[in-house]
C-alpha cells in the first residue's frame, strides 16, 4: 500500500502551492501589462486583498484576456489550496479515498486518485455532454 501524507508533508505542499499561486498571479499580471485593460490590473489588486471570492469572479471576467494555461492552473491551485484550508486536501472528491503521498508530491493540485482521475478522463474527455 502508499504511504499516505503526512501533516509535515501538508504543509510544505501548501507552501508550494501557495507559492505557485503568487507566482501565477504575477504572471497573469505581467501578461496583462501587455493587453490594454489597465483598469484589470487593479482588479488584480483588489483580488490580493479581498481573498479567494472575488478571484473566481476576476478570472470569468479575464478569460478571454489571459492566456488559458495559466486560468486553468491557477484555479487547480486555488481548489488545492481550498481543500487543505477545509480539510479534505488529499482524499480523492470522487471515491474519498485517500491520494497517495507519492502522487500528491508529483501534482500537489490531484483532486482524485489514479484511479478516479483515469475514470474521469474517459467519460469526460472533451467535456462534451458529460452532465451527471
Ligand atoms: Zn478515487
Same mark, same amino acid.
Given at each position: 500500500?502508499?504511504?499516505?501524507?503526512?501533516?509535515?508533508?501538508?504543509?510544505? !505542499?501548501?507552501?508550494?502551492?501557495?507559492?505557485?499561486?503568487?507566482?501565477?498571479?504575477?504572471?497573469?499580471?505581467?501578461?496583462?501589462?501587455?493587453?490594454?485593460?489597465?483598469?484589470?490590473?487593479?482588479?488584480?489588486? !483588489?483580488?490580493?486583498?479581498?481573498? #479567494?471570492?472575488?478571484?473566481?469572479?476576476?478570472?470569468?471576467?479575464?478569460?478571454?484576456?489571459?492566456?488559458?494555461?495559466? !486560468?486553468?492552473?491557477?484555479?487547480?491551485?486555488?481548489?488545492? !489550496?481550498?481543500?487543505?484550508?477545509?480539510?479534505?486536501?488529499?482524499?480523492?472528491? #470522487?471515491?474519498?479515498?485517500?491520494?497517495?503521498?507519492?502522487?500528491?508530491?508529483?501534482?500537489?493540485?490531484?483532486?482524485?486518485?489514479?484511479?478516479?482521475?483515469?475514470?474521469?478522463?474517459?467519460?469526460?474527455?472533451?467535456?462534451?455532454?458529460?452532465?451527471?
Amino acid at each position: 500500500m502508499s504511504e499516505e501524507l503526512s501533516p509535515r508533508q501538508q504543509d510544505a !505542499l501548501e507552501a508550494r502551492l501557495a507559492e505557485r499561486r503568487d507566482a501565477l498571479i504575477g504572471e497573469i499580471e505581467q501578461e496583462m501589462e501587455h493587453s490594454r485593460h489597465s483598469s484589470m490590473e487593479e482588479l488584480v489588486g !483588489l483580488v490580493r486583498d479581498t481573498g #479567494d471570492e472575488s478571484l473566481a469572479d476576476l478570472i470569468s471576467s479575464l478569460d478571454s484576456a489571459i492566456a488559458n494555461h495559466h !486560468l486553468d492552473e491557477l484555479r487547480d491551485v486555488e481548489a488545492a !489550496l481550498r481543500r487543505i484550508k477545509l480539510g479534505r486536501y488529499g482524499y480523492c472528491g #470522487d471515491c474519498g479515498e485517500p491520494i497517495p503521498a507519492e502522487r500528491l508530491q508529483s501534482i500537489p493540485t490531484a483532486g482524485r486518485c489514479i484511479a478516479c482521475q483515469d475514470h474521469h478522463e474517459r467519460t469526460h474527455a472533451g467535456r462534451r455532454g458529460a452532465s451527471l
